[in-house]
């Protein structure tokens, strides 16, 4: 079937366009360096002509309150309507785990807008609610780094591999639409300071690691459980060390 990924050349687009190419699928990466921007419509009608299953794996280019929601709604809207008129019978989105919990990030606010269009579109749809990547855990804690030590809240945290959620996205995008969300994280569960503490020991980073009750993700404080999937969250199957080991081969 012929599936467009919008986002197709980022972290996730790239991998799944791949694995969607190796099952004999037509996967078209369609981003703003393919002609095709979801902010303007430009290059919409062409690169949705023929498609079955549109995924969005797009993210904004900032993460400022008010330009994400604009990103989000404007993007996801020129989206939708151009997949109405293409015929689209599946739309497929990656969103996060907990968006509901952290209301007040505004980051989270957006892919709650996001998703709130997707449902009220008419098109079948399939949302899938992901944990943090293992690839963004470096922004983390650089994030939480105050006067030179990185400050963690001791809540649960279970990240997953980018391999794993372009594995996941690429079933479901394959699959029947949900109407509804499916939940993925990693293989293992760990207390968040704790895993940033033996993540910048790998890494070999001198910062110290403070656990930190009131410690901001990203703007926003955190309860036990604001990051971690529910009963049924469909697990990946590569570790962090496993994945840290292969990413450093890799370089």
């Known amino acids: 079937m012929k599936i467009v990924v919008i986002g197709g050349t980022g972290l996730i687009g790239s991998k799944l366009v791949a694995k969607l190419g190796e099952h004999g699928h037509e996967a078209v990466a369609a981003a703003p360096n393919t002609g095709v921007d979801t902010l303007t419509g ?4 062409e ?14 280019p900032s993460f400022e309150r008010a330009a994400v929601l604009k990103f989000f709604e404007t993007s996801t809207g020129n989206l939708l ?11 497929v989105a990656v969103s996060i785990v907990g968006t509901e919990r952290i209301p007040d990030n505004g980051y989270f606010a957006a892919k709650i807008a996001q998703e709130q269009l997707i449902e009220k579109s008419g098109i079948p749809f399939s949302l899938v609610h992901s944990t943090q990547f293992f690839e963004f855990a ?9 006067d030179g ?5 001791p809540v649960l945290f279970q990240p997953i591999a980018g391999d794993d959620v372009a594995q996941a996205v690429g079933r479901t995008a394959v699959g029947a639409p949900l109407n509804g969300r499916v939940e ?10 704790e895993f940033f503490r033996q993540a910048l020991t790998a890494w070999g980073d001198p910062r110290e690691v403070v656990t930190d009750p009131h410690a901001r993700y990203f703007g926003s404080e ?13 697990l990946g199957t590569i570790g962090y060390r496993d994945w840290l080991g292969r990413d450093v081969a890799g370089k």
């Open 42 to 45: 430009e290059g919409l009608a």
């Open 47 to 60: 690169v949705l002509a023929g498609a079955q299953v549109v995924v969005d794996v797009s993210n904004s």
């Open 81 to 91: 309507e151009a997949e109405a008129a293409a015929g689209v019978g599946h739309h």
């Open 138 to 146: 470096r922004g983390i804690a650089d994030e939480g780094t105050v």
């Open 149 to 153: 030590k990185v400050h963690i809240a």
């Open 184 to 193: 993925i994280a990693g293989p293992e569960q760990y207390r968040m300071d």
């Open 222 to 234: 955190l309860s036990e459980r604001s990051l971690v999937p529910g009963d049924g969250a469909v």
